[in-house]
Each structure stands twice: as C-alpha cells, then as structure tokens.
C-alpha cells in the first residue's frame, strides 16, 4: 500500500535516537483502519504492527536508558506518511506501508514483516470473478497507493477500457463500491479481507482475481539512519528467531481479534515463512 507525495528529509533533522533522546518522545505513526495490522479498538492503535512497533519502541527505551520515554501516536494516511516521516513529524511508522525500491529514496524500512499482493474486493452479486472480468467497468483504489498503479497498468496492458475512479481514503473506496459507484476495490488482498470481515455484511463480499505482484510490508523509518535501522532490524530479527513473531501472527491472522472477533485464518505465506529463516528487507521493484 503506497504514498505517491514525497517529500526529502531537512538536513537539520538529527538521527531518531539522537533526536529522541533530546525530546524525550518518539512520535509513532499508525493507520486508522488497516486492520489487522493497524487500526483503532477503544480509542487507541492495535494491530499485528502496533505490536511489532512496540517491541521497537521497548529497545529504544532500553538503549537510551529511558523508560519513561513518552511515546506519542500519530494519525497518518496514505498520502500523509512519507512526507511525515522525510520531515520528522514522525520517527517510526507502524501501518501497512509496502517496501519497495521507489520509496526508498526519501525513507527507508526495517526488515520485511509480511507479504501480499494486489487483488479486487466486489459484491457477490456483481458476477466479477477475475480482473478480465472488470473490462469496461469500474474500478476503484486508494489514492496514493502502489494498488492505484497496478490497477491502472493492468488496465492499460489488458486493454480493459476500465474507468479508474481514485479514492480518498479506503472508506470511501468501500463505501464506492457498496454504493454502485464503482464496481471492484484493488488494494492488498489481507486489507480486503480485514474490509470484508469488519463489513456490516462480510456475506455480501468476494475477494477475486490473481494477486498481481508479492510486495512486502515492513516498518517504515528515517532514510540514512543506520542506528535506528540497526537497533530495529535486530529487535524484529530476534523476535522472528524466538518464536515471538511467530505468536504475534497466530494473534492477528489466525485468531479472533477485536472488537468483533472476527478471524481473517490466513495462513502464513511462503514468502514470509523464508523471511522468517533468512530476514531480508529487499524491496519490491
């Protein structure tokens, strides 16, 4: 899931740890509704990156010596999240954001923590089973996302003649599609599950079409921070070595999970299960 406005980061910008420490607050980006990964239960962040994030967040208090260190949430969109991190409004980002080689001149990403691809959410009813299927209709996608650019190149490659309506948010793609506006929602296959399942009515939903590409999902930090990227890879690495990762995943994809207990049973990839024996943070293309 992408961001398309960018922003360099100030030279005046000292690194995370260094910065942290003056302040005395790590500013956290999170996604509102990116469940299972990052969304809101209660009023506060949860979700499987919520999770990872605060494993971090308890090394940077162990290496700075500050356990009172005051952590310090922030919104962000799919628009918002590069610049906020480029421009240090915030210092680590815990949401669903792809790692691939584009963003990667203005941020930078921890070792890979999940994969996914790009498929459509539809009604049932639409009689859409595949992304041939979305020739001549619509098809909606989340407005600075990697998803908007599959979509619109799968168009242009497959001649589909296809009208790609752009969505502010992923509510307002969901309340697209639910309300006729558009016929198909692309965006990464576990959110469209997360959209299906917290649904009024999950019955009415169908997630189609061949994934497109295995792009990966990793915490997004700082670009040219070798520090905080090392402090952080480790912290991941070890849990991916311990077994923690692992309960982490049985908790948010194999488990009923808040507030509706709904359990999204995906199953561990392949790709993620090697990632987990050989952590890489290798970028899409």
Known sequence: MGGAAFAQ????????????????????????????????????????????????????KARLKKPDLKVQMEAVTSNSRIPAMANGTIDLECGSTTNNKQRHEFVDFTVNTFYTGTRLLVKKSSGIKSWADIKGKRATSTSGTTNLVVLRKYNADHQLNMQAVVAKTDVEALEQVDTGKADAYAMDDILLYGFAANSKNPAEWAIVGEPQQVEPYALMLRKDDPAFKKLADETLIEMMRNGEFEKLYKKWFLSPTPPNNVNYNVPMSDALKQNLKAPSDRPAS
């Open 9 to 60: 980061a100030p030279a005046a910008i000292p690194p995370t740890l260094t910065k942290v420490a003056a302040s005395g607050t790590l500013v956290v980006g999170y996604r509102d509704s990116s469940a299972p990964f990052s969304y809101i239960v209660g009023g506060k962040p949860v979700g499987f990156s919520i999770d990872l994030c605060g494993r971090v967040i308890d090394a940077v």
